[in-house]
């Protein structure tokens, strides 16, 4: 049975967990709002890039661009993933589910090169799957367009001289007040059927591209998956911060009803000890009355 001063340390410790809980909530919930306001501020223009891009495919035949191009069987080691991880644990199953969703990747290609964005998915790979973590050196946390550049580069120079026929994205879509959800989309080559607007050829007369379609679907590619890749990384980020607060919001709940019993059994404790002093005090009482001959009072 413990004593009421180890209750007393263990209420004082599990508090000051729960307030470390309760703060990490809070935390979680700023950097959702933020991160999600900032991609509805570039939303705009990605979505613009889009519908250009379904404009542009009109002028464009079906194969006479490397980024719709079909991958080829004959490259062996043609295929990657991108795979968007956090930088740390304690958001509940938010990196299990989109690690399980790569390693049905691996079993389908042996030879699959994997690209890993936070610091958890390069542990995990390092440890399993050493030969397939093809690091890149960025944080999960924060994610900005201009990091999304970067990796975009980094992965189309690789698609551009041939050494990747394709490449995949693996992220955690967001839901907000549940889960979020692991996708697979496939980020190179492009679907042409992705950008098809049935209204949009009626739209293209008076219409001139300079110096030509193709050379400004070069330049609006790279642009277009620029975004893909920030609204994965926002959308990755958004759900672990409503993974984590969930995590939180539970942990804190358990907490209190820890606090809770503790409490009960804390105040049980010291009720019991008053009773047991009150009932030693009378009893030494009586034995000195009776000690002294007195009678003792009547009840």
């Not at 938010?94 to 049905?104: F, G, K, M, P, S």
């Not at 549940?178 to 950008?195: A, I, Q, Y």
């Not at 990384?233 to 809770?260: F, H, I, P, W």
Request: hydrophobic share 35%.
């Amino acid at each position: 049975m413990p004593t009421t001063a180890e209750i007393r340390s263990r209420i004082n410790s599990i508090s000051e967990t729960k307030k470390v809980t309760d703060a990490m909530y809070m935390i979680s919930s700023v950097k959702m709002r933020r991160a999600r306001r900032e991609l509805e501020s570039t939303a705009p223009y990605f979505r613009a890039l889009r519908q250009e891009l379904g404009e542009l495919l009109h002028y464009i035949p079906e194969n006479d661009s490397r980024f719709f191009r079909l991958p080829s069987s004959e490259h062996p080691f043609g295929r990657a993933a991108l795979l968007i991880t956090s930088d740390k644990g304690l958001a509940g199953s938010y990196n299990q589910t989109v690690l399980r969703a790569a390693e049905e990747l691996l079993r389908e290609e042996e030879d699959l090169m994997l690209f890993i964005v936070g610091e958890y998915g390069r542990q995990y790979f390092e440890t399993h799957h050493a030969t397939w973590a093809h690091r890149f050196g960025y944080s999960a946390a924060f994610p900005t367009v201009r990091e999304a550049r970067r990796i975009c580069v980094h992965l189309l120079d690789l698609y551009n001289r041939g050494k990747l026929q394709q490449i995949e994205i693996v992220y955690t879509h967001y839901h907000a007040g549940r889960p979020g959800e692991p996708k697979v989309r496939t980020l190179l080559p492009l679907d042409r059927s992705d950008f098809y607007d049935s209204g949009a050829a009626e739209e293209l007369f008076g219409k001139e591209y300079i110096p030509s379609p193709a050379a400004v679907l070069d330049g609006i590619v790279p642009s277009y998956l620029t975004g893909f890749i920030y609204s994965a990384l926002v959308d990755s980020y958004c759900s672990e911060q409503e993974a984590r607060m969930t995590a939180m919001q539970s942990a804190g709940k358990n907490a209190e009803e820890m606090l809770e019993r503790l409490r009960l059994q804390y105040h049980s404790l010291r009720q019991a000890a008053i009773t047991r002093e009150m009932t030693e005090i009378a009893a030494g009482a009586r034995a000195l009355r009776r000690k002294r001959g007195e009678a003792p009072p009547s009840p």
